[in-house]
């Protein structure tokens, strides 16, 4: 892979990660105009750039991680911590056992299966604020358990190419009474133990650690792409639903992406 490539697919992983128009779907794509041919390396590669995307949360999240940190051994107060688990361990424990077998799965990484998954969840998006909602709350911390656990079964969906974990979790949240800038916070913060874990598992692979190793360039440059715009896009997603908190332009951007692949699909059959 060249160093070009590298800061490609750095910048569409840290923009796409965060902003919520899937960056498994774009990144398919990025895939077939590459001609990767879905080899491992390129997928190994694409593991390893979520270092660069999971700092960026880390940096950008540190102060509340601190306020985390300081309600658990300060003032006992688990509720946020106890929240963020529920909602990480169903997606956590799916791709954990399942992951191999949806990355080898080739009709899920198909660029009409990533179209269709990426228009449905655009639909919602757009007739989100349509959809019944449970009673409001005010931020992550006051969901209840069964409400956590919901976003998080709802976030198993993200293992599909296509759907979006950002996208799926900050649907859900929506739905179960969070506004839109605090399901994303609560999106984002969810998604800190899940890139954690598949960061450990990758490194814990001797030859996953030995790929990264004779790579280490490309390895730098790209994750130093995906932190940079990962950051930008944080920055951009919190103020932009901070001021609108509409999510139909993002789900209009995906039924757009999506019909014009699926077109272009087809007219050249």
């Not at 999971?54 to 106890?82: G, S, T």
């Not at 929506?174 to 890139?195: D, H, Q, T």
Request: aromatic content about 10%.
């Amino acid at each position: 892979m060249s160093l070009l490539e590298a800061i490609i697919l750095g910048i569409i992983q840290g923009l796409t990660e965060f902003i919520p128009v899937s960056s498994s779907g774009h990144l398919v794509i990025a895939e077939q105009i590459m001609n990767a041919g879905g080899t491992e390396s390129f997928h190994l590669f694409l593991q390893f750039i979520n270092l660069g995307t999971l700092l960026a949360l880390l940096i950008f999240y540190r102060k509340k991680i601190w306020e985390i940190c300081v309600d658990i051994f300060k003032h006992n107060n688990w509720k946020l911590a106890r929240n963020v688990l529920l909602t990480a361990i169903p997606a956590g424990l799916v791709g954990l056992l399942l992951s191999r077998a949806i990355e080898e799965s080739n009709w899920l990484s198909t660029l009409v299966s990533v179209s269709i998954a990426m228009a449905l969840i655009g639909v919602l998006m757009v007739i989100v604020d349509f959809l019944p909602k449970l009673s409001k709350v005010t931020d992550g911390e006051k969901l209840s358990p069964w409400r956590a656990l919901t976003i998080g079964i709802v976030q198993i969906l993200a293992l599909i190419p296509g759907v979006s974990r950002s996208g799926s979790t900050i649907l859900a949240g929506r739905v179960m009474g969070l506004n839109s800038k605090e399901a994303a916070n609560y999106s984002f913060l969810a998604s800190i133990p899940i890139m954690a874990a598949v960061m450990l598992k990758t490194f814990a692979s001797s030859n996953d650690r030995a790929y990264f190793m004779d790579n280490l360039g490309v390895m730098v440059v790209g994750n130093i792409a995906a932190f940079v715009f990962g950051m930008l896009a944080l920055t951009f997603v919190i103020k932009f639903l901070s001021k609108d908190g509409n999510l139909q332009k993002f789900g209009y951007y995906r039924i757009g992406l999506a019909s014009m692949i699926l077109i272009i699909l087809f007219a050249t059959m």
